[in-house]
């Protein structure tokens, strides 16, 4: 029994450590790269049907705002089902803003450098700049826009991010917002070819509760975000 018992114990240490030591190999280049937003790994699409976003949780809007909500995606169930234009900012291009460009159906960008984190979604190019290291504005002085102002900061290898100043048409599956909204990330890398996002809003305004997601990314090699507007695909 003795020689085999040497093996064994070998074979127990290296399938522990080994992804303990994977682990550690991850770095904060991990996210550098050309990422798909694929189905969380617990829900896995029928075949043939097309992407989408992942479905996140019902956003915890106040009684008064939450019929209105509700109302506007039955509006926008019917239509579709009658295949007329969704009832919603897609249908007037408007870019959707954050947090909706961190998931659009489209390969997404990220290039890190010293004093920022820059995403490039393909869909309609925009572009999403997150500064680290830099104190966040205060709320009056946040210029809204469609993706905010955003800073962070690194916990290991792991980028913390604090967003505010969204316009009031960048929402998230129609959900209104006020100026006051605040959005805190974490992007983790969890392998060296994904990573998530783990999203919460906070807005005591509109929402009863942090409203919380995660958006899950699987690299795609060698890929070379395009430029894409819905002009021009409408003039292919």
């Not at 992407?51 to 019929?67: D, G, H, I, M, N």
């Not at 870019?95 to 961190?102: A, D, L, Q, T, V």
């Amino acid at each position: 029994m003795r020689p085999l018992f040497k093996p064994v114990v070998l074979a127990l240490v290296t399938a522990m450590v080994a992804p303990a030591a994977a682990m550690a190999a991850l770095s904060r280049e991990t996210l550098n790269g050309t990422w798909e937003s694929p189905w969380p790994p617990d829900v896995l699409p029928q075949p043939g049907a097309p992407p989408r976003p992942v479905e996140t949780t019902p956003p915890p809007l106040k009684p008064q705002f939450l019929a209105a909500w509700k109302a506007q995606q039955k509006a926008a169930a019917e239509a579709s089902a009658r295949g007329d234009p969704p009832v919603n900012g897609a249908a007037q291009c408007i870019p959707p803003g954050m947090p909706s460009m961190m998931n659009p159906g489209f390969p997404v960008e990220v290039l890190l450098s010293p004093d920022r984190a820059t995403v490039i979604n393909e869909q309609m190019n925009q572009v999403r700049r997150i500064y680290l290291n830099e104190p966040q504005l205060a709320m009056d002085d946040a210029e809204p826009w469609y993706q905010g102002h955003s800073v962070g900061h690194w916990e290991g290898n792991v980028m913390v991010v604090n967003t505010i100043g969204l316009k009031d048409v960048a929402r998230m599956s129609g959900v209104p917002h006020s100026a006051n909204v605040r959005i805190d990330e974490r992007f983790e890398p969890t392998s060296p070819d994904t990573f998530e996002d783990h999203i919460t809003v906070t807005d005591p305004e509109y929402l009863t509760a942090p409203w919380s997601w995660t958006y899950h990314y699987r690299r795609k090699p060698d890929y070379k975000i395009e430029e894409m507007t819905w002009i021009g695909r409408l003039e292919l």
